[in-house]
């Protein structure tokens, strides 16, 4: 967490310390997925007060941002990669002390057909029982409709979904997963404690798509923290997400209305 200390200077005191990397966590949270939180809070309240049930109301992910293609295309982009910088500041933080941060969470590339392997086995660890669970809450009439994705259709609307689902895997890994239980860790919370938040996060700014989604969420936020417990690894994880983000996006903008009405999706 910290470089070595000159000679003859005093030993940090931890509580100041531990203040810091608290004030660091809330800071990092509050401009990504914390916020994120907030504003999924705040969906679901006004999503509850708004009159008709959850079952009749919808959400949608990756809308246009304009009818001009070139310009839509723009906009896609620049938030692709402006919601990535909250990714580099959490590893930029991690690598204060001169390790690699890269190299401490497991983003790195040392094994990458094991970590294709286990990415895709966990994808579909998730993946199948969450579209059941996603079904299920639409007939409980406690998920939202989800368009997972509204792009008009264009020749780069594939790749920009397909770009889209690897910045929320970057985004929810790096963040929920890697950099929140290594600070945890370093803040001496319990595993358990530490497992619990990174879960509760992952559930938390999914709440904007009705309760079902908040508890796969929460299901899958202890499966993915519970891995990277073991491994400390976030590869893997991110592989998952990715695949199961691109199956999501890619598939909801290419399958016909009649497959999505049989799956219980439109």
Do not use: C
């Not at 945890?184 to 404690?193: H, M, V």
Request: aromatic residues 8%; glycine residues 10%; without cysteine.
């Amino acid at each position: 967490m910290r470089g070595p200390l000159p000679p003859g200077a005093p030993a940090p005191d931890q509580r100041a310390v531990s203040r810091r990397l608290t004030a660091e966590i809330w800071i990092v949270l509050g401009l990504s997925l914390g916020k994120s939180a907030v504003y999924a809070v705040v969906s679901l309240i006004a999503k509850l007060t708004a009159g008709p049930p959850l079952a009749e109301q919808t959400t949608t992910l990756n809308p246009s941002q304009s009818p001009r293609p070139y310009l839509d295309l723009t906009y896609q982009l620049l938030s692709i990669g402006f919601a990535l910088l909250p990714v580099a500041l959490a590893l930029y933080l991690l690598s204060a002390n001169g390790r690699s941060a890269v190299r401490r969470i497991g983003l790195d590339t040392a094994r990458p057909w094991r970590d294709l392997g286990v990415g895709m086995g966990l994808a579909a660890l998730i993946g199948i029982p969450g579209l059941g669970l996603y079904v299920a809450g639409r007939a409980l009439g406690i998920t939202v409709e989800v368009q997972a994705s509204a792009l008009n259709a264009a020749w780069w609307t594939i790749p920009v979904l397909i770009l889209a689902a690897l910045q929320n895997a970057l985004l929810e890994e790096v963040v929920a997963v890697g950099y929140l239980m290594e600070r945890l860790r370093d803040l001496r919370w319990s595993t358990p404690a530490i497992i619990a938040a990174s879960a509760l996060l992952r559930g938390s700014y999914h709440l904007y798509q009705g309760w079902g989604p908040f508890f796969g969420n929460v299901v899958m936020g202890i499966v993915f923290a519970e891995y990277y417990r073991r491994r400390r690894r976030v590869m893997p994880l991110v592989v998952a997400h990715t695949a199961l983000d691109v199956v999501a996006f890619v598939g909801y903008a290419t399958l016909p209305d009649a497959w999505l009405e049989a799956l219980g999706i439109m």
